[in-house]
């Protein structure tokens, strides 16, 4: 990237972005949306008589659901296609402008006012400038630098972990998954808070609002594609929760992620899954190390990358020996696994040395 900041990609991104109507792209999108998922009723209605289409014939109504059709798929093509892209990459940017003047000069709000500013007035350089500036002064923070020597380790009890997946599952229940954000919240706050790698402790700064924001998208997306982005919902979370656990002491503003591909990670589980079930779930433990392994390698935290020496046989012997106290204790010691695998991941997790600004683009 150079000194130029993000990019040619984020320079064309913010001037598409000041010449665009935003509000008449959403009602636009939205519209788009609607025509193609209603299309699929009145298409029906063309080989089946329905209460809300017979009075139309049936020719009617497959042309009507094909216009709808047509129509729909041309919003969404000029609406989504050529404009959502260049909307996520601004986005992005912004949130990591934002969080770097946090960090660096504690001037969070006046960034993010000047930002608004500069979009209501279409300034596309002094957007790409300022974003340029932050983005150099974080880079102070890239480099290698040696930590202190310590342990990784987790120190969650079983109890609280029983506890919170209970109020977790119950919030879920009763809201029918509308209030999962503060679930997931709860639980990911919990666990950074009880790990420690080499000596240093996490913390979540992930907001409520935030992920209500982005919860009711996916919620539609789900609805929309009748259940299908389910499958994308796991990693879209991870992300999320590793762009908001911090290392104490750690410069937050280069950024974490999980730098790995979806659609390569949805491959891999399957083939993990369908592993298991040709060694009848006799393997398991393998399995349950390559998934962690693969997740490990991929994620950043502050611009450090984790890196993982665990391996199978070590989770083998530990696995055998689990098994073996649940038979004893008829199953209690069921409850402790988790707990127990979460441990033995945390620690044979250890931070690179060399810093990064992690790419958001």
Not at 223 to 233: A, E, M, N
Not at 259 to 280: H, K, M, R, S, V
Request: glycine fraction near 6%.
């Amino acid at each position: 990237m150079g000194m130029h900041g993000y990019g040619e990609k984020f320079d064309k991104a913010v001037k598409r972005v000041c010449r665009m109507h935003v509000r008449l792209w959403i009602v636009f999108s939205i519209l788009g949306i609607l025509l193609v998922y209603l299309c699929i009723p009145v298409i029906h209605a063309s080989r089946w008589e329905t209460p809300l289409f017979d009075k139309l014939n049936r020719e009617w109504n497959l042309y009507l659901g094909l216009i709808m059709l047509g129509s729909g798929l041309l919003i969404l093509l000029c609406s989504l296609v050529f404009r959502l892209p260049s909307i996520i990459i601004y986005n992005r940017v912004k949130e990591r402008t934002i969080l770097i003047s946090q960090y660096t000069d504690d001037k969070a709000k006046p960034t993010k006012k000047r930002w608004a500013k500069l979009r209501k007035q279409k300034k596309a350089k002094e957007i790409i400038s300022l974003a340029t500036s932050y983005w150099v002064l974080a880079n102070r923070f890239v480099g290698k630098g040696k930590r202190k020597q310590g342990d990784s380790y987790f120190n969650g009890r079983v109890y609280q972990k029983i506890l919170l997946s209970l109020l977790a599952f119950f919030l879920c229940l009763v809201s029918l998954f509308i209030l999962f954000p503060v679930a997931y919240i709860l639980l990911a706050r919990w666990d950074a808070k009880h790990t420690v790698y080499d000596g240093k402790r996490l913390f979540f700064d992930g907001t409520y609002r935030e992920l209500f924001k982005r919860w009711f998208i996916y919620y539609g997306l789900i609805i929309l594609t009748y259940g299908l982005f389910v499958f994308l919902l796991p990693r879209r979370m991870e992300i999320w929760r590793y762009r908001h656990t911090h290392i104490e002491g750690e410069a937050a503003c280069l950024g974490g992620t999980w730098q790995g591909n979806i659609i390569l990670g949805l491959l891999f589980t399957g083939a993990c899954n369908l592993f298991n079930i040709l060694t009848l779930n006799l393997l398991h433990p393998l399995v349950k190390a390559w998934k962690i392994q693969y997740n490990q390698k991929r994620v950043y935290l502050d611009g450090s990358k984790l890196l993982f020496d665990g391996n199978c046989l070590q989770l083998l012997g530990k696995w055998v020996l689990w098994m073996l106290l649940c038979l004893i204790t008829l199953f209690i010691f069921a409850f402790f696994i988790d707990v127990r695998m979460r441990k033995w991941t945390v620690k044979h997790t250890h931070l690179e040395e060399e810093r990064q600004q992690i790419p958001v683009i």
